[in-house]
T-cell receptor, first 110, second 116 residues
């Protein structure tokens, strides 16, 4: 499983765009990049998944450069309720086990 | 969307007793389910992979005789913590994979276990 590296924590003011970058230098050809969000005492919630280039859904955007050795989760106009831990995972998901790294603790400030 | 439930959400037990935690996929069949443990301020750590109808695969360092996993159907997996001790107190989370062309896992809400 490819190891991921993320910033331990980030702070942002409400209404700003937040970009969280994840490094995964050893990503394999069949690996997808998936981001999860976790609130305290809750299970992780799927945010977005991508393989290459850019993916956008109603919650976030995921930018993946051509070499796929990193990815950036972009949260537009964050609110206080976006305060959570965000995990970047790399691997063949679905029926395969996931490795959770340290995650990034995002704190949104009023 | 795919929903995974866990029961109970919170349990407190005495040291030495056994506790069973259920994980159910409510609107899909899960060929594979996973059990994670999460200590305060730490990340999720995979304990075992559970496949319907077969024995679970445990991660290194996880005692299979202490953490019994049963995946009796495509919608239910159970984790039994046998002879629980205070150090087993943790947040236990399961996830389920739909398999096929789906490429994501869905997580349950977690179970907070406190062993006195």
């Amino acid at each position: 499983l490819a190891k991921t590296t993320q910033p331990i924590s980030m702070d942002s003011y409400e209404g700003q765009e937040v970009n969280i970058t994840c490094s995964h230098n050893n990503i394999a050809t069949n690996d997808y990049i998936t981001w999860y969000q976790q609130f305290p005492s809750q299970g992780p919630r799927f945010i977005i998944q991508g393989y290459k280039t850019k993916v956008t859904n109603e919650v976030a955007s995921l930018f993946i450069p051509a070499d796929r050795k990193s990815s950036t989760l972009s949260l537009p106009r964050v609110s206080l309720s976006d305060t959570a831990v965000y995990y970047c995972l790399v691997g063949e998901t679905g029926a395969n086990n996931l490795f959770f790294g340290t995650g990034t603790r995002l704190t949104v400030i009023p | 969307g795919a929903v995974v439930s866990q029961h109970p959400s919170r349990v407190i037990c005495k040291s030495g007793t056994s506790v069973k935690i259920e994980c159910r996929s409510l609107d899909f069949q899960a060929t594979t389910m996973f059990w994670y443990r999460q200590f305060p301020k730490q990340s999720l750590m995979l304990m075992a992979t559970s496949n319907e109808g077969s024995k679970a695969t445990y991660e290194q360092g996880v005692e299979k005789d202490k953490f019994l996993i049963n995946h009796a159907s495509l919608t239910l997996s159970t984790l039994t913590v046998t002879s629980a001790h205070p150090e087993d107190s943790s947040f236990y989370i399961c996830s389920a994979a739909r398999g096929g062309s789906y490429n994501e896992q869905f997580f349950g809400p977690g179970t907070r276990l406190t062993v006195l």
